[in-house]
């Protein structure tokens, strides 16, 4: 038997999505027409062998989330749970924390991972790596290749190139160390948890100075990290590498963190493109009386697309969303209840739920793709200002219930939730 826990974190996460996480949770905002944790299940429900999938997080129960637990466990028969954690407790903290369920059934191994990252998922080449390996306490963690100066920004591995065994991981080094990067995808026996109990009780010590014998506990200082927060990456791999435990599965599949909003219009592109090979039903197709699509266009079947619009490349439709007469979308997500009047053209951006776009405007953004002529290059993760205080050109994201009037120009801009516009505007964040 095989589980999957999903870390998806919580409120206090996802600031770099804002506004679009404002109003759902990051790990259920739609990319190519489902939640991003949807097609996370989705590549568990292929394994063989699995019972579970738990989600892990300290977000408080919600409608959103139990009617997209209920959905997900009818449409792939598999049980979901979502375990919600009292506080932050770091990447295995809440592992920590619910091993008994986690151990419930006495699964073989459980993959984990976190919620936001996409990709086509090897979770069976994984399962298949870690079985080859032989018995004994093991965790494979799934890898692939960045360029130098990223590989700065992620887990960087280096390992035995035979037997692929990890030799040595630095989370987010200073200085050079490996371009094979960790993607935030995990297998593991269950004996993975002893080694948490053991950084659970050092971190109890660390943090208290426990006198023996009365069971008082003493001198907690207030400014280091809580004592049940424990750290997959730091806590758990570093020392790990080296012992003879601790594995990586290289990928050359599609892969990327979702960060940002320009990182979920480059995770919409993949994933359409993915229905080519897994769900062609789910990609629009042209015929009469249709709109015309470019390339890999999702549309929601109760989404109102007038014929005359042009759809596409890449582009997603969300329930119940309008687009008029002319429209030219294009490169961008629409969500659902949006409005998209006659003749308007949408750019590289992300229009928002109940959002309405105005005739004959024209809503741009600035795309965030990886450096083409840079072999392994990922998503980079801008700082939303330059260093001279100007607004960094980026994907442009209006967040829910926003009026833009007809007739207006949009470009590199950020727009929160619940504005009226009076007219064009050109890299701002209009508050």
């Not at 996802?14 to 949770?25: A, D, K, N, V, Y």
């Not at 924390?97 to 936001?116: C, E, K, T, Y």
């Not at 035995?160 to 960790?182: A, F, M």
Request: hydrophobic content about 35%.
């Amino acid at each position: 038997m095989i589980k999957t826990i999903i870390l998806i974190g919580g409120p206090m996460k996802g600031t770099r999505f804002r506004p679009l996480s404002l109003e759902l949770p990051k790990p259920l905002f739609p990319v190519a027409g489902y939640p991003i944790i949807y097609h996370h299940i989705e590549a568990c429900s292929k394994v063989p062998h699995m019972k579970e999938v738990i989600l892990i997080g300290f977000y408080q129960p919600n409608d959103a989330l139990n009617k997209f637990i209920s959905n997900v466990q009818q449409e792939f028969k598999i049980q979901v749970r979502y375990l919600q954690e009292y506080t932050a407790l770091g990447t295995a903290g809440g592992l920590y924390h619910f091993r008994d369920q986690i151990l419930a059934g006495n699964p073989d191994s459980f993959f984990v991972m976190n919620s936001d990252v996409c990709g086509d998922f090897p979770l069976k080449e994984m399962l298949s790596f870690t079985v080859q390996k032989g018995g004994g306490s093991h965790c494979t963690v799934l890898g692939t290749e960045a360029t130098r100066q990223q590989s700065l920004n992620y887990g960087c591995i280096v390992e035995n190139k035979q037997s692929h065994e990890i030799l040595h991981y630095v989370e987010k080094p200073e200085t050079y160390i490996s371009t094979t990067i960790n993607c935030g995808v995990y297998l593991f026996s269950p004996d993975i948890f002893s080694t948490l109990e053991k950084i659970f009780k050092k971190n109890q010590e660390d943090n208290y100075n426990y006198k023996a014998g009365n069971g008082w506990f003493t001198g907690c200082d207030p400014n280091t990290q809580m004592k049940e927060t424990i750290r997959l990456e730091q806590d758990i791999f570093v020392p790990m590498a080296g012992s003879g435990k601790l594995y990586v599965y290289q990928t050359d599949r599609f892969w990327s963190q979702i960060k940002t909003s320009g990182a979920a219009i480059y995770a919409n592109r993949h994933y359409l493109a993915l229905y080519q090979n897994w769900h062609k039903e789910r990609l629009a197709k042209n015929g009469e009386l249709k709109p015309q699509i470019i390339g890999d266009v999702y549309i929601h079947p109760t989404a109102d697309v007038h014929p005359t619009a042009v759809l596409g490349p890449n582009v997603s439709v969300g329930k119940h969303a309008t687009i008029g007469e002319g429209a030219r979308v294009r490169e961008s997500i629409v969500l659902e209840g949006a409005v998209l009047q006659d003749h308007c053209c949408v750019l590289y951006s992300v229009i928002g739920w109940n959002v309405t776009i105005g005739q004959w405007t024209r809503v741009e953004g600035t795309p965030n793709d990886p450096n083409p002529n840079k072999p392994f290059a990922k998503v980079d993760v801008k700082d939303t200002f330059s260093p001279e205080g100007k607004l960094n050109p980026s994907i442009t994201v209006i967040g829910s219930n926003v009026q833009v009037p007809s007739e207006v120009i949009l470009l590199n801009a950020m727009v929160l939730p619940d504005k009226s516009l009076g007219g064009s505007c050109k890299n701002q964040i209009i508050l």
